[in-house]
């Protein structure tokens, strides 16, 4: 994981990949989905380009971690592609490690770029039937 994100953006990071996977979606796609949903009220906010180079970075930072995530990339719609086949070459419990440092390292460039608050306005407009409650005092930590 990178350093410079606290275990509070971490901790949110894996709770969202694990409503995912609880939504029936296999762990090592969660991360896909995850970014789709973010993508959204980014993408309104940021516009297509920005929420592309923002996960590109996520991704790129997650590469240096994982040498096998290189071989995912953002496509134009700006979702990852070549996940199913780079995670195919690895464990499933690595593949899930790789989809929690991509979705870490994005949340993590969220606050850094727009904080706290915005970043938990955006998970909760993503999942607006999850309670996040929780993720006031959380907030104030990330």
């Known amino acids: 994981m990178n350093r410079t994100f606290t275990p509070q953006i971490r901790d949110l990071a894996l709770r969202l990949l694990a409503f995912e996977a609880g939504a029936g979606i296999p762990s090592g796609r969660a991360a896909a989905r995850v970014s789709e949903k973010l993508g959204r009220p980014l993408s309104t906010l940021v516009g297509g ?61 969220l606050v850094t770029f727009t904080g706290e608050a915005f970043t938990l306005c955006v998970v909760q407009d993503a999942w607006p039937k999850e309670a996040f409650d929780d993720c006031d005092d959380m907030g104030k930590n990330i």
Do not use: P
């Open 49 to 109: 380009a920005g929420y592309r180079s923002l996960l590109s970075r996520a991704l790129a930072l997650g590469s240096t971690e994982r040498g096998w995530l290189k071989a995912v990339h953002v496509n134009a719609s700006g979702a990852l592609e070549g996940f199913d086949d780079a995670e195919a070459q690895v464990s499933k419990v690595e593949a899930t490690e790789g989809g929690a440092i991509i979705i870490t390292n994005l949340l993590g460039l």
